[in-house]
């Protein structure tokens, strides 16, 4: 297959961020010094409509490396993290106090989401639990997302700093993009309380708690929700059977500190990965190749797709995933395809269907030498040059 220079051109991917405008974001915004470092790149889009690069940078002369995730429509940083080989062995006491890293993640937050900051409350996150679970070795801030006053939980940004060097080790931004739930539409606070009682109720119950002091369990007697913490919907008045946190992203304006007036330097290795992903044929050629081979129904969606390279960046995949499942009629179905980015190769592809589960009883349709020949067709037309050598 021919290729088609396509993720350099961003609109072609229907993406305003490309990899050098990634990877220079990614730069500016924790002043990144990547000489001597092995560089690698992947691109990642998912039905909630999110697009994202992958980059990551490992040091030729340490156990050092950093990874960071830009979203490609907003170039909004959405999660760092750091590592170095000197956390494995944490110095004991804490050479900084909270309030000097606290200090120092303002400013983070403050730099990479200048406008979204007085959108945001930092939590309360000082009880011993959170201190002896969570990052022992930094300092963990929370700051949630504030909507006219209501805190909207699991939206907001996380940062955690190194107790001993102030070092930012870790960030994550989470922000749901579009139309949120009118709060004057939700039922009293009173009845929501009556509400919440009876549906989820309190039950007398013992309960095993693990004391860090003596380090031994502990039986104790508790009141635990019977049901489970069923969060209320607020709007219906019924307890939400299944939830999670959605991971949209607001398109607000492109993040990274005002990324449009500042640009990095990119090492050479750097500049050669931008050089190679625009060699790679394009995520809509990538997807008419593999819907040549790969069965997929009408009820069926796109839910994954994903650029990952390999061989330090030389060659790469393309990888998708499409999925249906009705839990009602005890239906589903699954179907996934990966391809060479640069020669449209199919690589593999899969599908499972809970009619296949369903093996009718009696002779097989098709013989084993039906089979075989059926095999063999395919794989004549995926691969014949490989196909002749086997």
Same mark, same amino acid.
Do not use: C, H
């Given at each position: 297959?021919?290729t ?7 609109s072609?991917?229907?993406i ?17 010094n990547t ?8 691109y990642f ?8 690069w992958e ?9 050092? !490396? @950093?990874? =960071? +995730? /830009?979203d490609?429509? #907003?170039?909004?940083v959405?999660?760092? $993290?750091r ?6 062995s ?24 200048p406008?979204?900051y007085?959108d ?22 929370q ?12 939206? !907001? @940004?996380? =940062? +955690? /700093?190194?107790?001993? #060097? ?5 960030? $994550? ?6 139309n949120?739930p ?21 039950e007398l119950?013992y ?28 709007i ?29 330097n990119?090492?050479p ?7 190679d992903i625009?060699?790679?044929?394009s ?9 040549e ?9 796109l ?8 061989n330090?960046?030389?060659n ?22 990966s ?52």
């Amino acid at each position: 297959a021919s290729t088609i220079p396509v993720l350099a051109d961003v609109s072609q991917n229907n993406i305003r961020i490309d990899s050098k405008k990634a990877i220079e974001i990614a730069k500016n915004s924790f002043n990144l010094n990547t000489n001597e470092y092995d560089f690698n790149q992947n691109y990642f889009e998912s039905q909630d409509g999110l697009k994202q690069w992958e980059l990551s940078w490992n040091s030729r002369k340490a156990e050092d !490396g @950093i990874s =960071i +995730s /830009i979203d490609a429509d #907003t170039g909004d940083v959405i999660y760092m $993290n750091r590592w170095k080989g000197s956390y494995n062995s944490p110095s004991k006491l804490a050479k900084y106090k909270k309030e000097d890293a606290l200090k120092i993640a303002d400013e983070i937050a403050k730099k990479l989401q200048p406008e979204k900051y007085n959108d945001i409350k930092l939590k309360d996150t000082s009880s011993k639990l959170n201190n002896y679970y969570y990052d022992y070795d930094s300092y963990y801030f929370q700051y949630v997302r504030q909507v006219n006053g209501i805190p909207f939980i699991g939206n !907001g @940004i996380n =940062i +955690s /700093i190194d107790k001993n #060097t102030l070092e930012l080790r870790s960030y $994550n931004f989470i922000w749901t993009k579009g139309n949120l739930p009118d709060p004057s539409k939700a039922v009293g606070l009173e009845k929501g309380k009556t509400i919440f009682n009876d549906k989820n109720g309190l039950e007398l119950s013992y309960m095993i708690k693990y004391d860090l002091k003596t380090k031994n369990n502990k039986a104790g007697l508790v009141y635990n929700l019977k049901s489970g913490n069923r969060p209320i919907d607020a709007i219906t008045g019924e307890p939400l059977q299944g939830y999670y946190y959605n991971t949209y992203y607001d398109e607000a304006g492109v993040g990274g500190m005002g990324m449009e007036k500042q640009s990095a330097n990119l090492t050479p290795e750097e500049q050669e990965k931008v050089e190679d992903i625009s060699k790679y044929i394009s995520k809509e050629k990538a997807l008419e190749i593999g819907k040549e081979y790969i069965i997929i129904n009408e009820n069926q969606k796109l839910t994954y797709a994903s650029l990952n390279s390999y061989n330090n960046g030389k060659n790469a995949n393309w990888y998708f995933s499409w999925d249906y499942s009705n839990p009602e009629k005890n239906e589903y179905t699954y179907s996934s395809i990966s391809i060479d980015a640069l020669s449209g190769e199919i690589k593999n592809f899969y599908r499972s269907d809970s009619s296949l589960d369903r093996i009718p009883e009696g002779k097989p349709k098709y013989t084993k030498e039906q089979s075989k020949e059926m095999a063999e067709k395919l794989l004549k037309k995926i691969a014949p040059n490989r196909f002749n050598q086997t």
